[in-house]
């Protein structure tokens, strides 16, 4: 029976590489002269430091940019609350992993909405998908890229 498990899955070692450029950049720019701004990658959380709430926001810019180009969806970034204490601002965001529960649900909910020949059940943080014919299972991914859960999905383990 074919079968495909749809995922929300992040390269880290492309964050990490993204990090690294975006701190290069952030040591270079003129308006960061002197400021001590910098990114801090700890797992799957990036935190960043600057003096002012303007500069996060021209780092978090920074970051973005440099996630799209390394080709990391920015969907998967979670943004913390902006702390600012003694003239220093922190803000930490977390990369999302993996499909919770609720957006499981809604992606079983919307594949039997749609009433397909095909059946969604939720395994871990991803979901696996199978019906009997490929054209089925490829409609039911045609159905998932149109919805807007919240996070991205990728479609692996294709099985005939």
Do not use: W
Request: aromatic share 4%; proline share 1%; glycine share 6%.
């Amino acid at each position: 029976m074919p079968s495909f498990d749809v995922v929300s899955e992040v390269d880290l070692q492309e964050v990490r590489n993204a990090t690294d450029q975006a701190n290069r950049e952030v040591g270079t720019r003129f308006d960061f002269k002197g400021s001590d701004a910098n990114f801090a990658l700890d797992d799957d959380v990036v935190t960043l430091h600057a003096q002012s709430e303007f500069q996060l926001e021209q780092m978090m810019d920074i970051l973005q940019k440099k996630l799209v180009k390394r080709s990391v969806d920015i969907d998967c970034l979670d943004l913390g609350k902006v702390e600012t204490a003694n003239n220093r601002a922190r803000q930490a965001v977390t990369i999302r992993q993996g499909i919770d529960t609720d957006t499981a649900r809604d992606i079983v909910k919307s594949i039997k909405g749609a009433k397909m020949k095909v059946q969604a059940q939720i395994q871990g943080e991803q979901v696996r998908v199978s019906g009997k014919s490929r054209d089925d299972l490829q409609a039911a991914i045609g159905l998932l890229k149109k919805g807007d859960f919240g996070l991205p999905l990728q479609y692996i383990n294709f099985r005939d």
